[in-house]
């Protein structure tokens, strides 16, 4: 079992570019959870899909979007890129028997 | 609305030494609360869980923690650290469907 995985690990981005983050979950997982670590701090909550909806959703701006697919794979994707969304971007998958499983993470870094 | 205070940003301690890191939560429901470590360069590896049941819960590598309704702590203890456990420590709280809300994190740095 890969467990869940994140791609790319690492992404530079300019100013007011736009950057799609991938995340494969853990086998018999059919939820995926996204938070964002900024430097020194707790992860926080984005967003998270079920039966590929939007079940739950932090205090994000809409520039925050995402999507699940039939396989339970998931994408963020971040439009109008800001400095202040440089961080560690995590992936966590579960079910409705099962903590919350991690990725590696995104390091996303914007300039 | 739920949260968590770590009550430490940085813990310090020699190796064999007994550590502690505080963990406070808030919470208006029935709460699963969760530690999580972070080792440099690296996502979250869940370290325990308190679901129901008995207050105290172990992981494999040493670590215990104590579900203290009455205080609403969740504090994470181990006797002896060793310099392996240097990492970022994460005390998370969820009311359902696994969103979890994290506190800021304890730096625990055990030192030779």
């Known amino acids: 079992d890969a467990g869940v995985t994140q791609s790319p690990t690492h992404l530079i981005k300019t100013r007011g570019q736009q950057v799609t983050l991938r995340c494969s979950p853990k086998s018999g997982h059919d939820t995926v959870s996204w938070y964002q670590q900024a430097l020194g701090q707790g992860p926080q909550f984005i967003f998270q899909?079920?039966?590929?909806?939007?079940?739950q959703r932090g205090n994000f701006p809409d520039r925050f979007s995402g999507h699940q697919f039939p396989n339970y794979s998931s994408e963020l994707n971040v439009n109008a890129l800001l400095l202040g969304d440089s961080a560690l971007y995590l992936c966590?998958?579960?079910?409705?028997?099962?903590?919350?499983?991690f990725g590696q993470g995104t390091r996303l870094t914007v300039v | 609305a739920q949260s968590v205070t770590q009550l430490d940003s940085q813990v310090p301690v020699f190796e064999e030494a007994p550590v502690e890191l505080r963990c406070n939560y808030s919470s208006s429901v029935s709460v699963y609360l969760f530690w999580y470590v972070q080792y440099p360069n690296q996502g979250l590896q869940l370290l325990l869980k308190?679901?129901?049941?008995?207050?105290l819960v172990e992981s494999i590598n040493g670590f215990e923690a104590e579900f203290n309704k009455s205080q609403t702590s969740f504090h994470l203890r181990k006797p002896s650290v060793h310099i392996s456990d240097t990492a970022e420590y994460f005390c998370?709280?969820?009311?359902?469907?696994?969103?979890?809300?994290f506190g800021a994190g304890t730096r625990l740095a055990v030192h030779p």
């Open positions: 899909y079920y039966e590929e909806e939007e079940r």
């Open positions: 308190y679901l129901s049941g008995s207050t």
């Open positions: 998370a709280v969820t009311g359902g469907y696994n969103k979890l809300i």
């Open positions: 966590a998958s579960s079910s409705s028997n099962t903590e919350a499983f």
